[in-house]
């Protein structure tokens, strides 16, 4: 049954938004959890290469040309998670680095008014000063500082993030699941390669690793890579993306929560108002968006 994109959202739609909240949230956690015992790259590759097995049926021809689609592909897959693991690994507290990695929404704003010259609204400018402002005064916190590395390669894989989500709206159109596919099919091979090139007793690390952790690192393929695109496509297919995304801006506070209640993280009313004002900026700019595509789409 088809959905106007402005009637209310149904009972099923708001299960997939929370559903994708609840299940990124989580991986967040997983993530941080598995590159304590398993090494950042290797756990990257293992990630993707359980996907890709899951994901080989969305994988038909025809294809995009790879000289195409390999920048966006390597962007989105093993640069950009390669770090992301990689800061999971290094910091001690996941709250900050869960936060600074929102800063892909204020960036790709900044990088679609760079690359694509689209208009940066004020709001959108505004926002993303507070975001920014936000993450250097959390790590300006003595147990920010401690994660000041891993937070600075958390927003480098932000930027990176960034720059793919331009590059999408520049591709010619490709379902989510292949795209997620061919993803796949580039990370895995690169991470596991970079992995057993760089990362010591990877070997030793990934036989001992228990069940519960190849049970994140299979978690992490199938509830994230997976299930939460499928959700997400889903959902966009039947409702303006401007009216969905704003609702994902709840995840850190699933992975934050997580973070103080069962890992031990350390708050501080420095490390909370920078946290709050990174959201903050960054809820600005989503919402800055969402009322420009509104407002295009009236005019037209």
Known sequence: MSTSPRTPFTGAEWAAIFAIILVWGLNNAAAKVATQVLPPLFMGGARFLVALLFL????????????????????????????????FAMVHNLSP??????????????????????????AAVAGMLIA??????????????????????????????????????????????????????????????ASFAFEPDVVQKATTATPFIWGLVVYA??????????LLFWLVQRREAGRVTPWFLLTPLVSCTIGVGFMGDKVTPQLLGGGLATMVGVALVALSERRAAQQASSAT
């Open 97 to 122: 680095i869960v936060v600074a990695l929102q800063l892909w929404i204020p960036m790709t704003a900044l990088a679609a008014w760079l690359i694509l010259k689209e208009t940066m609204p004020r």
């Open 56 to 87: 080989l049926p969305f994988m038909k021809p025809p294809w995009p040309p790879w000289r195409q689609i390999l920048p966006l592909v390597l962007l989105a897959g093993p640069l950009h998670f390669g770090l992301v693991y990689i800061a």
């Open 221 to 230: 393929a199938l509830a994230s890579t997976v299930g939460a695109t499928a």
């Open 132 to 193: 920014f402002g936000g993450v250097a005064w959390m790590s300006l916190d003595p147990h920010g500082a401690a994660d000041l590395a891993g937070i600075g390669i958390g927003v480098l894989a932000s930027a990176l993030w960034a720059i793919a989500t331009v590059l999408m709206r520049r591709a010619p159109g490709i379902r989510p699941l292949k795209m997620q596919g061919l993803t796949s099919l580039a990370a895995a091979p690169v991470l596991l390669a």
